[in-house]
């Protein structure tokens, strides 16, 4: 069941995870004890669930268990990491880094604004970031699960920041390990292509999109703050934004723009160029981009998950392998219902 490892610390081979011992983050279960459906065996009698190491009355219980498993324990959370591999600790902190960047990206669009270009640039760079982590690692470890390996730094650098390729390389990971499995399928509506492309292209060459006009060089595509607004955001709105909330929403602004009478100066413009000079229009902008983010956070989530059950579902893959973290420590926030997409403003992961 267990294997040992430096120091006289052995590492849990069944399911059970010593990463929660470590301080390395949150387990599937959020009470302090990771480990998987089926493997009772390791489970401690008595209570069934412990935390620790802040309970030290119940960790003569989690001892027994370990000793039943034949696994060493460890004295700390510092010997409990030392006994991880050079690889365990690499791809853990990758897959710390994906989620937290993905977790920040969530936060921050929640927090768009049409008229405000810094806000979706504040958006994209934590989840373009977060996305091609995330699936790099789902690559490294694929590989590592098959050939015994890792994904060299030259067939990685061919992917660059191309998000489609990258997930096109991801989608063949799950039609080989998992066919059939509806739980992994990969989100292909249209909206979801236009972000991936979006923020592939914002990865590529997108977020030095002003740098380079001013250079005289006119990427194709044009910012993509304006791309977002004009084939996520519009479409979204087409979709989700209910003509009786339209409805209320234009008599709102119409009264408002009514009570200044005129004496209103307003002269803004959306990030895609069209120019806001009324207060009806501004009220109307910012009343559709209320309706409309959580559902753009949604879709956006939804790509997420995708790649968070794959990761979670590999940690369990390689649960043998002892340079495969439990990836649901990591990523198992990022796998929760479209509803709580669209209505949680504030997204955190857990941390390496």
């Known amino acids: 069941m267990g294997s040992p490892g430096r120091s006289g610390v052995g590492v849990f081979t069944c399911g059970c995870r010593l990463s929660a011992l470590a301080g390395l983050g949150r387990p599937r279960d959020g009470l302090g004890h990771s480990w998987r459906e089926g493997h009772s ?12 190491p802040t ?30 591999s050079k690889f365990w600790n690499a791809l853990a902190a990758e897959a710390a880094i994906a989620s937290s960047q993905i977790g920040m990206g969530a936060t921050t669009l929640g927090k768009t604004m049409p008229q405000r270009t810094a806000s979706y640039a504040e958006a994209f760079f934590p989840l373009s970031i977060g996305f091609e982590r995330a699936g790099k690692v789902i690559l490294h470890v694929d590989r590592r699960l098959t050939s015994g390996d890792f994904v060299s730094r030259k067939e990685m650098k061919t992917l660059s920041h191309d998000l489609i390729s990258l997930f096109d390389a991801v989608e063949q990971v799950h039609l080989r390990r998992y066919p059939g499995d509806v739980r992994f399928n990969r989100p292909t509506d249209s909206i979801h292509e236009k972000i991936v492309e979006i923020l592939g292209g914002f ?9 380079d006009y001013l250079g005289g060089v006119h990427a194709p595509g044009g910012d993509a703050a304006a791309q977002w607004w ?18 209320r929403d234009r008599e709102r ?58 990761l979670i579902e590999l ?38």
């Open 41 to 52: 065996a390791c489970r401690p009698t008595a209570p069934e669930r412990i935390v620790l």
């Open 55 to 84: 309970d030290p009355a119940r960790e003569k219980d989690f001892r027994d268990c370990v000793c039943a498993c034949n696994i060493p324990f460890p004295n700390s959370p510092r010997e409990a990491l030392a006994v991880m």
């Open 203 to 211: 990865a590529t060459t997108g977020r030095y999109f002003h740098l």
């Open 230 to 247: 004009d084939l996520v955001a519009s479409e979204v709105s087409r979709r989700h934004y209910r003509d009786t909330k339209r409805a």
């Open 253 to 310: 602004a119409r009264l408002l723009d009514s009570a200044f009478d005129g004496s209103a100066l307003v002269r803004d413009s959306l990030v895609n160029g069209d120019t806001i000079d009324t207060v009806e229009k501004a009220t109307l902008v910012n009343l559709e981009n209320d309706a409309v983010v959580p559902w753009c956070r949604m879709y956006t989530m939804q790509i997420a998950r995708w790649l968070a059950r794959i």
């Open 315 to 352: 940690g369990y893959d390689g649960v043998s392998n002892e340079d495969v973290p439990y990836f649901g420590d990591f990523f198992y926030p990022l796998n929760q219902g479209d509803g709580v997409f669209r209505s949680r403003k504030t997204w955190t992961a857990s941390h390496y």
